[in-house]
């Protein structure tokens, strides 16, 4: 696939029609690549309104008219609903109005309704132009030139309800704010002991509901897809009560849309009657949280995901034809992918008919694997009672090499699992050398762990082989039957170790698994590493506050010292979210030459109306073009156009609350891995003992695109640079050409990675949401 240049008389068009975190970066993507490619670009102000409207409203756009843009929440170019369009009258304007402006290229960010409007547009236009030559309001020579109309649609919505995309723009987003929330009333709860009740939005879908509740460890979750059972009010103030005996508070959360199975709507006062006048009498409070959802500073997943759409959809609207069905850009795993328009639609509305029905079940199901699954995971971690029947098993877990955000979450997950499923939980602390002082683990002890960065049973880098003797002879004093380890690199190498150290020990032939867990995000066998997200959101809202300070200053160049080892992944998707002009990393070779380009590029763009320019440099990206020496470069060659500083993030990476994605990540990671060393078990029990030593008795946990999956760790020995920390392919490396383009490097954006239209949606089956 290559760039196709539009012809001169095209043009492609942007209007949002709904206001969400990450709008103003998928319009930036757009504008600055469709430019990139030779188009003119324009904005329509307030949507479908301006659309038919005209006039003013729609306006050319610039490089420069989309700068500062990442940072802002909802859209700087204007929202609004329109009832006029919804005519053939409204729609007849706005046709008029492209025609005469040449335009037949159109990018529609919105949810389905919205797109579903385009598609009817696009549908009736040679109708419409048809009309307006008849009326005489353009001619056959302008109704010739713009004789079809070319649709592409982006999907924003912080419902996350529209099939055939893992995220919806402004989602993720959307998350933060609540659990943001969440985490002040939860200080809040435990001091007074109260019972909160928070009502987030969701007319039609629970996934920000669910996922909250998940990413919480909430007591109960009402959302539409699945009503709780009759009389749920009894069954509620139960597992109400049974918590408060461990737990200073409780805290339930309800969609909007929530209903009984009656398709009554359960609300979140009617909860709080239940719940203090008529059952337990417990202090109840019931906040609603409204839209305060939509705003905000949009997340960094949300500006990668809304940059990554607007990029494909300038591609799809270059390569299409009149023949092109509508198209909307969607994400499957970490990949762009192109769908048909109306199949995605289809499949939406078929969540709701199945809901209207009384198909809760299929509900669920027709959301997607990923939904069904954090709906099961939710009700396992809920459950209160472990069995009567123990397995006599022990599994025990520690924590390996550096802490970050989300190891807690995982370590509750696989916890409580276990729990569950008759096991003895062991609790190790500091690592592979703690390994000795296993200690039992209980469901209360593990409480609001979700919440919690760093590591609560401490974490160590020491690797096993220096301790091997020890650690066989305390795995039969403890008498564990499994191993589950979350770490990092160092993880990923000490059970390298101890799957070799089977040959010698028979103790350790035992099920492992390990669960990556690392701000490098450079664990081979998985596309991302718990602790990441919660890393990257922080390099980016820092270099959104390094980058205001230079707000009324001279032109000012900041160069920012991420961490990473020699994994580049935190550098270039911070670069991505935060629009760094350049993030030199060790997977990219660089040299003199480069630099000296880098700063060339720099000090033409500050020759304009920018001002502010980022370097992001991984700390080590190369051991001689140190941090010191870039600043020296570029401060030395701007002088006289802009000055330098320099800061090095150093720990504070490491640090801070895990962010939805983590909590959330963690908590389903930990359960999987859990589950599958139940049914190892088993598989591996012979003549009244446990012995494992096949090579798939040993895996890693990993996230492969949209998927999660275990693969044995001998297996990823050959996929691994062990000199240098990281997987010999990283997926992420393809957004790079992205980072540059929008920095307006003139450089070839390889388009091999990017998947065309697919004909059917997996033959109508559900669309996986993401972990």
């Known amino acids: ?34 430019l990139y490619t030779g188009a003119k670009v324009f904005f329509v102000h307030e949507g479908y309104q301006g659309l038919v409207d005209g006039g003013d409203n729609i306006r050319p756009a610039t490089w ?36 005469k402006l040449g335009i037949t290229n159109l990018c529609v960010i919105g949810g389905d309704g919205s797109l579903t409007g385009a598609n009817q547009f696009r549908n009736e236009w040679s109708e419409l132009l048809a009309e ?19 649709i592409v649609g982006m999907v924003g919505s912080i419902d996350n309800d529209f099939c055939g995309t893992d995220m919806t723009i402004g989602t993720d987003s959307a998350l933060h704010r609540i659990m943001e929330v969440v985490d002040a009333i939860t200080t809040t709860a435990q001091s007074h002991q109260r019972t909160f009740i928070l009502e987030v939005m969701g007319r039609h879908c629970g996934y920000l509901a669910l996922v909250t509740a998940l990413a919480c460890g909430a007591d109960w979750v009402f959302i539409p897809e699945m009503p709780p059972e009759e009389k749920w009010e009894d069954h509620l103030c139960r597992r109400l009560a049974e918590t408060r005996r461990s737990s200073r508070l409780n805290v339930i959360i309800v969609a909007e849309g929530a209903m009984d199975k009656n398709g009554k709507p359960i609300t979140s006062n009617q909860i709080k009657h239940v719940i203090y006048n008529q059952k337990l009498g417990y202090d109840t409070r019931a906040t609603v949280l409204g839209h305060v959802q939509r705003g905000g500073t949009p997340s960094a997943f949300d500006r990668i995901l809304g940059s990554r759409m607007g990029v494909e959809a300038v591609m799809a609207l270059l390569e299409a034809t009149p023949d092109t069905p509508a198209c ?37 199901k027709l959301r997607g694997k990923s939904f069904e699954n954090n709906w099961n995971t939710y009700k396992l971690l809920a459950h209160m009672h472990p069995p009567d029947v123990k397995s006599n098993v022990s599994v025990a877990i520690l924590n390996v090499g550096a802490p970050c955000a989300g190891m807690n979450a995982a370590v ?147 160069i920012i010292e991420t961490m990473g080892g020699y994994c580049g992944y935190l550098a270039t998707v911070a ?59 570029y401060s030395e060659e701007g002088k006289g156009v802009f000055d330098c500083r320099k800061n ?34 088993k598989e591996c029990y012979r003549h009244g003992r446990i012995f494992a030593n096949t090579p798939g008795s040993a895996c890693v946990l990993g996230m ?68």
């Open 575 to 633: 670069g991505l979210a935060s629009g760094a002009d350049a993030a030199y990393i060790f997977e990219e070779h660089f040299n003199i030459h480069d630099l000296k380009v880098n700063v060339e590029h720099l000090v033409e763009k500050m020759k304009t109306t920018v001002k502010r320019g980022l370097i992001l440099r991984n700390e080590k990206c190369n051991p001689n073009y140190t941090t010191d020496f870039i600043f020296s470069l």
């Open 328 to 364: 909307v850009v969607s994400l499957s795993g970490n990949t762009a992918v192109r769908l048909p328009l109306m199949e995605c639609v289809q499949v939406t509305k078929d969540v709701s008919k199945a809901m209207a029905e009384g198909r809760y079940e299929d509900a669920v």
């Open 64 to 99: 420069e008219s989309v700068s500062m843009m990442l940072q802002l929440g909802g859209t700087v170019i204007g929202s609004a609903r329109c009832q006029e369009f919804r005519t053939k009258e409204g729609r007849a304007k706005a046709a008029c109005n492209l025609v």
């Open 132 to 150: 307006l030559v008849h009326a005489g309001k353009i001619t056959s020579d302008e109704a010739k030139k713009s004789s079809h109309l070319n």
């Open 704 to 771: 492969r695109k949209r998927t999660l999956m275990f693969q044995p760790l001998d297996e990823l020995r050959d996929q691994t640079d062990f000199e240098h920390r990281i997987p010999k392919t990283e997926w992420w490396l393809k957004l790079r050409p992205i980072m540059k383009i929008l920095a307006k490097y003139k450089i070839n954006l390889d388009t091999s990675e990017h998947a065309h239209m697919e004909h059917v949606i997996q033959k109508r089956s559900p669309v996986l949401m993401p972990v």
């Open 412 to 558: 509750r997950s696989a916890v409580r699992i276990g729990i569950t499923q008759g096991h003895h939980m062991l609790a190790v602390h500091d690592g592979f050398e703690g390994l000795a002082q296993g200690l039992p683990i209980t469901w209360t002890e593990v409480g609001g762990w979700t919440g919690k960065g760093g590591s609560m049973l401490g974490t160590k880098r020491t690797l096993p082989a220096k301790v091997m003797e020890e650690i066989s002879l305390n795995i039969a004093k403890f008498n564990i039957h499994g191993l589950i380890i979350i770490g990092g690199f160092e993880a990923f190498v000490g059970g390298l170790e101890l799957l070799a150290g089977r040959q010698k020990y028979e103790e350790l032939c035992i099920p492992i698994v390990m669960i990556p867990a690392t701000v490098s995000n450079n664990v081979p066998g998985s596309d991302f590493s718990i602790g990441a997200d919660t890393a990257l959101n922080t390099i980016t809202s820092t270099c959104d506050r390094i980058k205001q300070s230079a707000a009324g200053t001279k032109r000012r160049v900041f």
């Open 1 to 34: 696939t290559r760039f196709v240049p539009l012809k001169p008389e095209n043009l492609i068009i942007i209007y949002p029609v709904r206001v969400f975190a990450g709008m103003n970066a998928a319009v930036r993507a757009t504008v600055r690549v469709g």
């Open 648 to 681: 090095v993030l150093g720990h504070m990476q490491q640090g801070g609350t895990p962010t939805p994605f983590d909590r959330n990540f963690g908590t389903k990671m930990g359960a999987k891995a859990v589950l599958w060393l139940t049914d190892k078990l």
